[in-house]
């Protein structure tokens, strides 16, 4: 999952400046697995539906695209184990957060619904890993 992260992380400045997110919300971003870390701002959402569409992961209606985020997932380390899990636990959210219209709004609460589950199954990476394999993105 440190893999993933940092790898997703590296276009956050481009999407910041498209979505005009500030910079006291993206120096919070490296801190997103953190528990002080609150998934609350609505430019944040847009933030993240930036970021996801630089990679092909969403559909048209900001919902993830299910085949591409298992292969982008699978493209990592041990990607084979955790992207089902992933996909399934990121649907699951989706459908929490179904009847939120707003599509920045409804991914703020999918990106903390996601965190929270991640946490739980033991799958959320250290920070300090996901920093350790920065350089490598």
């Not at 609505?42 to 970021?51: A, D, K, N, Q, V």
């Not at 589950?117 to 350790?132: F, L, Q, Y």
Request: glycine letters at 4%; hydrophobic letters at 40%; charged letters at 35%.
């Amino acid at each position: 999952m440190s893999h993933v992260t940092a790898h997703y992380g590296k276009s956050l400045e481009e999407c910041r400046k498209e979505t005009g997110l500030s910079k006291e919300i993206l120096e919070e971003f490296k801190h997103f697995w953190s528990d002080d870390f609150e998934i609350v701002h609505r430019p944040f959402g847009c933030t993240l539906i930036c970021m996801s569409n630089k990679f092909a992961l969403l559909q048209d209606d900001a919902r993830m695209h299910h085949i591409n985020m298992n292969d982008y997932v699978k493209g990592f380390p041990e990607g084979d184990v955790l992207a089902d899990k992933l996909v399934q636990m990121i649907h699951k959210c989706e459908k929490e957060y179904d009847d939120i219209k707003d599509d920045c709004d409804r991914v703020v609460k999918v990106a903390a619904c996601f965190r929270a589950d991640a946490k739980k199954e033991g799958i959320a990476p250290e920070v300090a890993m996901i920093e350790a394999v920065m350089e490598q993105y």
